[in-house]
T-cell receptor
């Protein structure tokens, strides 16, 4: 079974803090994704990576950066957290060669910025 | 921009009833996935359909991909409280999926 883990289930940070969200997958997937999920807005793609050290902006990259130094690990960084970044953050991975684009998700990190 | 509209947005039914939720788009997708998400958890993949007209069954759940690969439906027979959750469809055509707006299903015991 594919396993995607996220470093924290719940996180509370103060405005202006630098926040790191970590995601690890154990299935040698090339692609990794960071989404945020908000009521009424659905899943929105922040960034994705299709290879080590490669990244592409998603639909809402402002205020975020990412790092992928190893194939299994994809980090989301909030340089200076703001209250409007309070959300559920979901990491996912997928295999390029599957042809079906199935994504496998982690359990999510509920981030609250106060 | 590809959009996937799901209907209904909310559905609350009694245990034992049947239901269908829909996922519609004006775009063609090469594959379509259905996910179920429980509160506080990440979405879990239920099924992938790739061929127009394809029907897949997963116990009491039946998934269908439209002939033109623009739409899909999920039918649940004899719904149970364990079916409660947010159902998301997602269309694939490249590495990035397009997610639907979601159907929040509540099964009342």
């Amino acid at each position: 079974d594919v396993k995607v883990t996220q470093s924290s289930r719940y996180l509370v940070k103060r405005t202006g803090e630098k926040v790191f969200l970590e995601c690890v997958q154990d299935m040698d997937h090339e692609n990794m994704f960071w989404y945020r999920q908000d009521p009424g807005l659905g899943l929105r793609l922040i960034y994705f990576s299709y290879d080590v050290k490669m990244k592409e902006k998603g639909d809402i990259p402002e205020g975020y950066s990412v790092s992928r130094e190893k194939k299994e690990r994809f980090s989301l960084i909030l340089e200076s957290a703001s209250t409007n970044q309070t959300s559920m953050y979901l990491c996912a991975s997928s295999l390029t060669t599957s042809g079906s684009y199935e994504q496998y998700f982690g359990p999510g990190t509920r981030l609250t910025v106060t | 921009t590809q959009l996937l509209e799901q209907s209904p947005q909310f559905l609350s039914i009694q245990e034992g009833e049947n239901l269908t939720v829909y996922c519609n788009s004006s775009s063609v997708f090469s594959s379509l996935q259905w996910y179920r998400q429980e509160p506080g958890e990440g979405p879990v993949l239920l099924v992938t359909v790739v061929t127009g007209g394809e029907v897949k069954k997963l116990k009491r759940l039946t998934f269908q991909f439209g002939d033109a690969r623009k739409d899909s439906s999920l039918h649940i027979t004899a719904a149970q409280p364990g079916d409660t959750g947010l159902y998301l469809c997602a269309g694939g055509g490249n590495e990035k999926l397009t997610f639907g707006t979601g159907t929040r299903l509540t099964i009342i015991p």
